[in-house]
């Protein structure tokens, strides 16, 4: 096998007309490693609503409802009735839901226990997305309370909605029972 610098390292060999077959054999000594800090990039903190009422009264409506709707999404014992569109979304955008929506049928989505009830699906994973989703909006500066922002904000959740039951509807109850395109 050929030998470079003075014998110590064995030089690679190039596959035969690949992007390498016509570099010479040393062609990588002058890039040097990263041996930096390995920080993760901090994201941008949410915006926080003044307040949370709207979403506490619907919150309180909900757990009236949760039992039946649970039945009604194929929720089994202890797993977790899931809003689409999540509540909190009265309290950042007012005006743009309504509660009655968001507590509807069409908004559920059923989330079976987990393993070791860690709620990887429903706490951390949904929440990512939904996060990413938050901060886009916030980053728009749009005036609030208008019809084109109102338009706006539903048009973007609702992606937000589409691109969880898409990316992350599988592992939804009503996947499981065969009712997937219910909520469609």
Do not use: C
Request: net charge positive; aromatic share 8%; hydrophobic share 35%.
């Amino acid at each position: 096998m050929p030998e470079r610098d003075g014998g110590k390292k064995p030089a690679p060999t190039p596959a035969k007309g690949g992007p390498q077959a016509d570099a010479p054999a040393d062609w990588d000594d002058d890039l040097p490693e990263y041996d930096g800090p390995q920080k993760r990039v901090r994201k941008t903190p949410l915006h926080r609503p003044i307040s949370t009422a709207a979403s506490e009264r619907a919150r309180a409506n909900f757990d009236k409802v949760r039992p039946d709707l649970a039945k009604r999404v194929g929720v089994p014992a202890g797993g977790q009735v899931h809003h689409a569109i999540e509540l909190q979304v009265l309290d950042r955008y007012p005006g743009t839901f309504a509660e009655a929506e968001l507590n509807g049928l069409a908004n559920m989505r059923g989330v079976p226990p987990e393993l070791e009830k860690r709620a990887q699906l429903h706490q951390s994973k949904i929440r990512e997305v939904w996060n990413r989703y938050y901060r886009g909006l916030d980053a728009e500066r749009l005036k609030a309370g208008t019809a084109a922002y109102n338009a706006m904000v539903r048009n973007y959740l609702s992606n937000g909605r589409n691109e969880i039951d898409y990316v992350l509807g599988q592992f939804f109850s009503e996947e499981g029972a065969g009712r997937g395109g219910a909520f469609r």
